[in-house]
């Protein structure tokens, strides 16, 4: 099946699910629901509930954890279906179940609605309306305004599509607390600044790709300088917010020195990144920072929820 919209640069010959029974199998269809990022998910939204240690029953944490992943994964699903064509165009996309043929678009959009709607019953109905509200939101968030109209328009897609990534553990103490506190505020605003020099890096590599695709990514709009700039800017801003939850009380003193270490290591490579303009040696470093700022994230997060649910928290400051 040949495609061509209006946001794409040249066709595809990607074949698309013909009407009639799915080929997809339960793999295919856990595929859609990006399980990478539904990882990434479950991890920060855990860390959201076990920082402001609730007096809550393990059973219900665990329901809110399970329906919160699954409200991600729907969203990924819905994303999947709506950026079909981009994805049947790009090298790293193109094997996904719809623009691969094994599921029909039609298929993903009903998973994804079904499972979007049944997450945010379900998250009411075992902790609360303003959880359920939050992750409904979030989903909405990322499946329309990201995906429909912020990828396609404008090159801060990252910036402020990167709001619903970080939203987890605001929905998670929302989930147990019955309420949004400081601690998660200061989560969302860590993964917020650290989602814009995490994809543009990456973008920097792959900016062929994006532009294949008709995705006005910064490299490919703003021009790659402007995004190794954008890039340290953002890592200047990262590094010293990353250590926030100690000045606010619930970092200890392994998570200082893990921030230190790792908002030291950001930028580093950040600086290195904006220095390296051209050739094989600049694309190897932003692909160094892409995979580090992943190691980075999941070090501050795992340090928290190990210094508060394993009881070895010990604070800096009093």
């Known amino acids: 099946m040949t495609i061509a919209t209006n946001s794409l640069t040249e066709t595809t010959t990607e074949p698309f699910a013909t009407p009639g029974l799915s080929q997809g199998d339960v793999a295919d269809y856990f595929a859609l629901l990006k399980p990478r990022v539904m990882f990434l998910v479950v991890f920060t939204a855990l860390v959201g509930m076990v920082v402001v240690h609730p007096d809550v029953h393990p059973v ?6 399970l ?3 699954i409200g991600g994964g729907a969203s990924g699903c819905l994303n999947m279906w ?3 064509d981009i994805d049947a165009v790009m090298t790293r996309t193109r094997k996904r179940p719809i623009p691969a043929g094994k599921i029909a678009p039609g298929e993903a959009l009903a998973f994804g609605l079904f499972l979007s709607a049944g997450s945010v019953i379900m998250l009411g109905l075992v902790s609360n309306w303003l959880a359920a509200g939050l992750l409904a939101f979030t989903i909405v968030f990322y499946a329309v305004i990201y995906s429909m109209w912020l990828k396609r328009s404008t090159p801060q897609n990252i910036v402020i599509g990167g709001a619903a990534g970080a939203l987890p553990p605001i929905v998670a103490q929302a989930a147990v607390a019955g309420h949004v506190g400081w601690e998660s505020i200061i989560l969302f605003a860590i993964i917020f600044m650290w989602t814009p020099p995490h994809f543009w890096a990456l ?3 792959k900016s062929g790709d994006y532009a294949r695709a008709g ?3 910064m490299p490919n709009v703003k ?3 402007h995004t190794r700039l954008q890039i340290l800017v953002y890592t200047l801003i990262l590094a010293p917010l ?6 606010m009380g619930f970092g200890g003193l392994a998570y200082a020195i893990i921030g230190t270490l790792g908002g030291l290591g950001m930028l580093a490579l950040a600086v290195q990144v904006y220095r390296l303009r051209e050739g094989e040696p600049a694309a190897r470093v932003a692909q160094q920072l892409f995979g580090f700022s992943i190691l980075y994230l999941f070090l501050l997060f795992a340090t928290l929820l190990a210094e508060h649910a394993f009881g070895v928290f010990r604070p800096v400051f009093g």
């Open 215 to 217: 995705i006005p990514m």
């Open 242 to 247: 990353s250590l926030a939850p100690v000045a």
């Open 223 to 225: 021009g790659a300088d």
């Open 60 to 65: 219900v944490a665990f329901a809110s954890l």
């Open 82 to 84: 709506w950026d079909a």
């Open 67 to 69: 329906m919160i992943a």
């Open 203 to 205: 973008a920097l590599v």
